[in-house]
């Protein structure tokens, strides 16, 4: 299992755009419009991390309005 | 209540433009246009940090001419 | 109540460190290490955002090898 | 009479001090800690350009814990 | 009276034309096309700060060719 | 199992320093000194993120001279 | 004989597409997409410098979806 | 007599056509591509540094798929 | 004969030091404190491109507190 | 044979001294202060990248004064 935070930078005004196409997608968790460089935060949980990449570009990606993400997969809690 | 500064940048040419429409948008307090590497700075106060998320995108980000803002929440004055 | 994101940059080498000053700190939830430009992404639950502030400052900042943090203020879910 | 914002950087862990500090220095105006990239974020007032520039440095730079400052001179409300 | 320099980029190959339509703008002194980061360096005097202010949308901003400008107002010679 | 390029930035002049001490280290493979922004490049195997965390803690970030590292884990090949 | 790691930046979404197309080009080696700054990391090995960049140029920035590329050539192993 | 270091950023997959172009205009030393941030770095060497100017417009900034130069003018060998 | 603006940063707190120290130095001319990013602008004339590099060297880097200059040197009028 | 372009930033006043220092070192062709973002600029001519790589370190990072160095292998005239 591997799990990731997903920093994502949208155009001006789509953060709630890309916060409601990008929670039903699946594979993803919490997903939080945020104040700051980054317009919205997504966690994804995938069985690795083959499948993680495969969510960001399926799930964040593919969102009309994503500019640029940055995904930080989780090394330890 | 939440307050926040919201820094601006524009279209080269556009911020007085930005500056006469976020400032009769809803939710906004002082706006002014400035120099340096932002054009212009907006505070906004909102009920809670859910509504001031929500100013942003509908007050300031729909303004024409806007290019990419930075939100930044008010922790202690 | 408030939630946030903060991503933060460790000294080289201290990210483990870090993350286990933080975990026991008070009012922070999840505190994962993880790959790319930022060493560490917590998660801090909060009265208002004035304890966010502070909590930030008492909890995050405090612990010895951080270097600098941003702070993500969830403004919708 | 001239006005501007001050962006301020400081060391991990002085914003706080950097609030108390400047926010009883002569010619400053609100000051707050703020989340994101910036600190603290502090308004000047001053009678001309000449003056602000020397309260940035008298009022502001002088704070410990300051690491760089930005200001941004208001130039039109 | 406020004096400011303006930093000033151009798309490639656009800095003579900037230069030369700058220059004969209201409210601006020396314009001078330089090597480095950035293209252009025009010098502006004005009344105040808020003549300033729409002196660089008006005379500056408004060149073809301006990609972006960064005002620096002069605190002190 | 999950592997990763690691991108290393050092002190002027201790590349082939890290070099060295990074190719002896445990869980570590390929390591080369590259000309550009980055220093060397260090590819790791590793059982699970978890691991490959503290690989690049344990047997890369220990290594006297480096600033800062880029832990990049392949999601797909 | 020289070989390089090149880093590269994709249109977001376009990794999977950017992999598939530089893995089957003439003189590439591993091809991994990856997380963090970079989307695709790709290993290159040439008979000389010359060739080097030519195959950057045919196989690498040929691939719709690419953006920029950094090409870091190996000095030392 | 003045002379420069042009550095350039082109196009992706557009270096060497523009070292193609550049090569052949008038007031060009040696033009090479590059591997790292610049994609082709060209030397000039102009009478005065107003031919210099002259010459970075009309027989650099001039070739399609330039994105942007740094030109690095020589104060001493 | 040859001109420039050098673009000065400062360490927090110390523009004024460095316009005293830099206006006296031989070869400057207007040295102003300005707002934004760059803490100082200094002119230089100078009789070609060798002194101008020896004038920044001797005339604004060893002033106490500069922490990086920016030299640009004039192409055109 | 290669040959690369290496960017030296220097720390403040030092550009002087380390033209001085590496102008003499073995490997080296042309070395040149410069203005702008960089401080030195100096040519390479190596037997391999090998070599290459060894001559940054020995020739170039080790004069006193050097931050950083970008390496810019040349790879078509």
């Known amino acids: 299992m591997v ?3 997903v920093l994502i930078q949208t155009d001006a005004g ?9 929670r039903h997608a699946p594979g993803i968790g919490e ?3 945020v104040t700051g460089p ?3 935060i997504a966690q994804i949980e995938a069985a690795d ?7 960001v570009l399926d799930s964040v990606q593919s969102a ?4 640029r993400t940055l995904t930080c997969p ?3 809690l």
Request: glycine fraction near 6%.
């Open 38 to 40: 980054y317009d919205v």
């Open 49 to 55: 991390v083959a499948v993680l990449g495969r969510t």
């Open 3 to 5: 799990r990731a935070y």
């Open 14 to 22: 789509r953060a709630a755009d890309v916060v409601e196409h990008v």
């Open 74 to 76: 989780i090394t330890s």
């Open 31 to 33: 997903v939080a419009a």
């Open 64 to 67: 009309p309005g994503v500019v």
